[in-house]
């Protein structure tokens, strides 16, 4: 007998019929003899009609504790709805089952308000259930702060929810359902060829997330790994197939140097001219912009030495650009640099693999191919397993297509 | 400095819009000093959704106790939805304030999930908030079971809360904001005379609310007898009018000797010809109706002594005569009695007033107005302060008019 974990997003609970759906799964499992924990999602649409509502009384204030508390007593109804449905529907098809809301168990947050963060899940009332055969269905992104009031969680929410539970339950699987029947090597809707993985690293899914993949959120990938739970990728429409493993490589020098191609559109550019360079001015930058809640994603530096003059590249997001300009404009007389370039309608392309490590010379065949095509490469920033370039946003699917095609990706 | 209870109904928070003019009437109020606590209702037409989404569940299984658990936690979640916005448009107007829900203070209840009874608000939090001259904004309509599983109230709702909370604070005044502005001496639908009532006495309240007036659910009105709770019910829309106060008659032989006219449309009528007389029969017949959920109102037996035999005649909603017809005649055989007569399109209307205690003729009148018109009355039936007809639905309207104007309801 396994536990487990199973997670529905919120278009797989959108209505009352797909939660009957779902429960379906459900059933299978239980009735294979595992213990069950289920997480939902609001039923898709609802979160942002709460939003929305909570909007109307945006202000001056909004950013306030005040704020902030009651936006999560308000947003996180959501889920409590469709945890309370997904009880119903399981009940209903004789798998005993009950619900419960983060402060019941309760799971444990730290952290602000609208943006916390599950330190605990106390998992004796599910253990409970186990003994006595019923399933229990948790209200995923939410849980309770040390002051007792409600919160919501971040980045990753109802995912982050299952995986921290899997851990707590110490489950043999989370499984992951979605609208997608797993990770695929780029975006179907680029190319044609795309080919499902049957399994994944974390750290290729991390960088695949984070480069534009949207399957998973990092931060739940990341929270994974942490945790060794053996996360599933599964499509609600085709349980039956299998679906994408996520989980630590078993042989690195067996992996594919590139294991999928990601994207994503709408980049911008900023390049400031003859920056002096002394310590302290990237610091001083790049807090202005954090303090504007911009989110700067690559930067490159070029030093010139002899000059004692730095240039320094970064991108955002093009609807975050002219907030950046403004930003920079108004540290000038205190930056003293020459000028400042910007360039919008820019795309990054990135290309993610584990094998990398053990593989040369994969960077240079990203270049050689780009080139072939007449791509002209902006900005280019690595990691361990990946590579990213910044591209002409016209030029996304020639490139997504021409990579998947040189590095293979839909052979076997 | 008092301390006031205001509770805003469903119709007073339909929108985000009627939220921010109600939490006006929370400020203005604050701002002469006082203690305030709020309890809100669901946002208009949330709670019929949220029970049709539990409704898509509905079985043979739909009485189970885990049907009714989880419909608490689904329906729950609309009052739970409005106390954070009531919250934050409060805050948003320089009020401070703080959502509470059921299970936080807590609101303990017992009995059954779907129709639990409030036992016990525990009022020190709310309490802290008024050291801090904070506003606590309470979900209403929710608690807590012995379980810690959330818990709906039943008949009364929020309302119930309301009078609640006003007894645990030992508030001064419990204000029922609503779509009218107080209760009248009848429906105005039915007669452009009526009158807005300043006072009426707790007894007459419930009398009004049970014959039909829907201005509160009887249950409340009793709860705010027994707990001795000051309530004024008081529109929204026009809230610097006084109202109607609720409370104990100060002097009965200074009051009227009716207060108002109401009524009820879509009775039916059963009568069982010749029913053997003998003890248990009348037992056994309504025990078989309550099995069914069906609600009986007015009962009047005419016993033959020399026959030994009665006729019984007895009310039900006309929704539920031929539920009934079908319960009587299940009885026949075991029973024994010659027929069963029914009529439906019947109305019941009703005169209510403390002062009928001490004058004498009220029946009289009453008989003797609707006679005047020509109405046939068909069934009788009184209690210590009103006195209720049961006529044909058409003459309804007629009815209503001639005993406002007899009974000078227009009149100071």
């Known amino acids: 007998m396994s536990t487990l974990v199973l997670k529905f997003g919120g278009t797989s609970v959108a209505s009352t019929e797909l939660i009957k759906s779902a429960a379906k799964i459900v059933k299978k499992e239980y009735d294979n003899g595992h213990n069950i924990a289920v997480v939902v999602s609001a039923m898709a649409g609802t979160t942002n009609n709460l939003i929305n509502y909570v909007n109307d009384f945006h202000s001056s204030k909004s950013d306030s504790e005040e704020f902030n508390t009651e936006y999560d007593v308000v947003v996180s109804s959501g889920e409590q709805v469709t945890s309370g449905l997904m009880s119903l529907a399981l009940n209903e098809i004789g798998v005993p089952a009950i619900s419960w809301l983060g402060w019941q168990l309760p799971i444990i947050t730290n952290g ?42 971040g980045r990753g929410g109802s995912d982050n929810t299952a995986v921290f539970l899997a851990s707590s339950l110490k489950a043999d699987r989370c499984d992951i359902y979605t609208d997608v029947d797993g990770v695929y090597t780029s975006d179907p809707k680029m190319t044609g060829k795309v080919k499902k993985l049957d399994k994944i690293s974390y750290e290729e899914m991390i960088e695949m997330a984070s480069q534009g993949a949207k399957v998973l959120q990092t931060s739940s990938v990341e929270s994974a790994m942490i945790e060794n739970v053996n ?65 700067v994603d690559m930067i490159v530096q070029n030093n010139f030495i002899e000059r004692k003059k730095t240039n320094m590249t970064f991108t955002v997001p093009m609807s975050d650009l002219n907030k950046s300009l403004d930003v920079i404009s108004s540290l000038k007389s205190e930056m003293n640099f020459l000028q400042v370039l910007s360039e919008d309608n820019l795309s990054k392309v990135s290309i993610i693999g584990s094998g990398m490590r053990n593989q040369p010379g994969i960077a240079a065949k990203m270049f050689e191919c780009l080139s072939a095509q007449g791509i002209n490469i902006e900005v280019i920033s690595t990691s361990e397993i990946k590579v990213s370039v910044l591209i002409e946003k016209s030029k996304t699917n020639d490139a997504v297509n021409a990579l998947h095609d040189v590095f293979e990706l839909d052979k076997p």
Chains 1, 2 share one sequence.
Request: aromatic share 6%.
């Open 231 to 295: 996360v599933q990728v599964r499509s609600t429409f085709s349980p039956d197939q299998e679906g994408t493993q996520i989980s630590f490589d078993v042989d690195e020098n067996q992996a594919k140097a590139v294991t999928g191609v990601a994207y994503s559109k709408d980049e911008a550019k900023i390049t400031i001219i003859d920056l002096v360079d002394q310590p302290g001015i990237a610091a001083k930058i790049f807090r202005s912009l954090s303090n504007q809640s911009i989110n």
């Open 112 to 153: 602000p308000h609208r943006n916390a963060n599950i330190r605990k899940i106390i998992p004796d009332k599910i253990n409970e259930c186990f003994k006595e055969r019923k399933v229990s269905v948790l209200a995923g992104f939410q849980g309770l702060s040390s002051e007792s009031r409600i919160t919501t969680i």
